[in-house]
């Protein structure tokens, strides 16, 4: 079982950076593929960007690629999302989970999520 807390949401200006935090209950933290997806009103659920168990692989969906990084820290339990050069379209609920599986981009491949936190960027 592995609860997970996101922070770090807020309402920023387009072209701001913002970084979101996920922590993570439990021991078995690092044997989980960690990923973010985010919501916008009104439209599904949708990958944001993954980050493999050892932290040796990331992959990011195209709209964010070079924007955005995913990381993590296996002493502490947590994920991150650091998000460069914010525009409009990145406004959402961001929702960290994880899978015992790597590479999948379905929400339906993964087994834990967060409440969620909101993204606001204003131009």
């Known amino acids: 079982q592995v609860q997970l807390v996101e922070s770090g949401g807020g309402l920023v200006q387009v072209g701001d950076s913002l970084r979101l935090s996920c922590a993570a209950s439990?021991?078995?933290?690092?044997?989980?593929?960690m990923a973010w997806f985010r919501q916008a009103p009104g439209k599904g659920r949708e990958f944001v960007g993954a980050?493999?168990?050892?932290?040796?692989?990331?992959y990011y969906a195209d709209s964010v690629k070079g924007r955005f990084t995913v990381s993590r820290d296996n002493a502490k339990n947590t994920v991150y999302l650091q998000m460069n050069s914010l525009k409009p379209e990145d406004t959402a609920v961001y929702y960290c989970?994880?899978?015992?599986?790597?590479?999948?981009?379905?929400?339906?491949?993964?087994?834990?999520w967060g409440q969620g936190t909101q993204v606001t960027v204003s131009s």
């Open positions: 439990g021991r078995t933290f690092s044997s989980y593929t």
């Open positions: 980050i493999s168990r050892n932290s040796g692989t990331t």
């Open positions: 989970a994880a899978s015992p599986i790597w590479l999948v981009t379905a929400t339906s491949r993964y087994d834990y």
